[in-house]
């Protein structure tokens, strides 16, 4: 069966179970064909108030956003008052030579030949769904797995990009074989986003347990329950958008990932429309809330390239600057040139124990690009260092997340 129609009955069945039957239906309606979903009451749900963003889709191309049918403020917006009206910049984008919308986030994705799999290992995909929609996924089983728990590191594309293509530049996968880890690549749909971007720049999407994190939230624990994992060694990392939406994580779930990766993104808060964040992608964004409420650091590590013309490096300072929070660090910096020729310089700031809480990288000279990454992937810059392999390594050393206990 193909997995984007595949329903998990035994989560819907557990739903029904406990009389939770709007979140059984959801998932039904998610799974199944519109044709089929509006037979389970699909057209009444969707002049009801409940919760759900899979009718209102956002479009680039007319400048609207998610229009969120729930109450409250979004966790990383509550500082930055109500978002503006976008009027008719949409129409306009044309004439302006913004008719890319935010695709300039990362170039198309380039054709490959299918992912080869050493023996053993598993690349399959799956579905999660709840109230907020659906959201295919593919996981990298790494042939070493035998049931023991392992880490696990959800990974976010850029716009245009797909997990295959993702996975290709990023070279994760191999990283995972090395290493026996788990590997996720979540999939952002062009239902949801025309450009496939993660809709880091929508209120509805910027809060825990709404939207797109709480999709993303729902796969990781998804795969959480039907595979071993450790849960204190659960992180998430991504690209541009993919890295915008990782921070948003970060900030919304620390009791679920034990770190973050963002690469040639933004922080959580950065934008509350699209004309913010053409604002936050050009100079940044100076007033973005600080911590998580939890008054902790929010294990973090940086990559940016200071030549990047599609996200100001700038960002990348308060990727960091919004994850430490007020945490006392101690901070050394070093600098260092990369076997295919980048420099860079790499700032890390140690907690007592001196664990690295927080890393930034400034590649010097790069663009908005991958570093380290393989040509198989889109927008990858294979001079730079291996940011994949240290993520990893930044991963595995942090302390554990809050709620892994």
Known sequence: MNARLKINMV???????????????????????????????????????????????????????WTSPQSGDADCLSNLGR???????????????????LEGLTRPSV??????????????????????????????VPSGYNEQPLPLVVMLHGCTQSPDDFAAGTRMNDLAEEGTFLVAY????????????????????QGRDQGEPSLLAGITRQIMRDFRVQPARVYIAGLSAGGAAAAIMGATYPDL????????GLACGAASDIPSAFAAMRQGRSDIARGNGAGRAVPTI???????????????????????????LRTTVTTGEAPGGV???????????????????????????????????????????????????????????????
């Open 186 to 205: 979540p999939a952002q749909t062009q239902s949801a986003n025309v450009s496939k971007c993660w809709n880091w720049f929508s209120p509805a999407d």
């Open 302 to 328: 940086v990559f940016h390239g200071d030549r990047d013309t599609t996200v100001n490096p700038v960002n990348g300072d308060q990727v960091i600057a919004q994850s430490k929070a007020a945490a006392e």
């Open 257 to 264: 990932y034990a770190a973050i990766g963002v690469h040639s």
């Open 83 to 101: 978002p503006n009206a976008l009027g008719d910049i949409g129409k306009r984008w044309p004439q302006l030579g913004l008719e890319r919308g």
């Open 11 to 65: 989560e819907v069945t557990r739903l029904t179970r406990d009389g939770r039957l709007s979140e059984a239906m959801a998932i039904l309606r998610a799974a199944l064909p519109r044709s089929l979903s509006s037979n389970l009451g699909g057209d009444k749900q969707r002049g009801s108030k409940a919760p759900t963003i899979e009718m209102m889709p956002p479009s680039l191309l007319t400048g609207k956003s």
């Open 343 to 405: 420099r860079y310089t790499c700032t890390v700031q140690t907690d007592e124990n001196g664990r690295s809480i927080l890393e930034q990288w400034v590649l010097h000279g790069a663009g908005h690009a991958w570093s380290g990454g393989s040509t198989a992937g889109s927008y990858t810059e294979p001079r730079g260092p291996d940011a994949s392999r240290e993520m990893m390594r930044f991963f595995l050393q942090c302390p554990p997340s809050p709620g892994s206990h």
């Open 111 to 140: 054709d490959r030949a299918p992912i080869v799999l050493p023996d053993g290992a598993q690349f399959g995909e799956d579905i999660f769904a709840n109230q907020a929609g659906s959201r295919a996924y593919k996981l990298y």
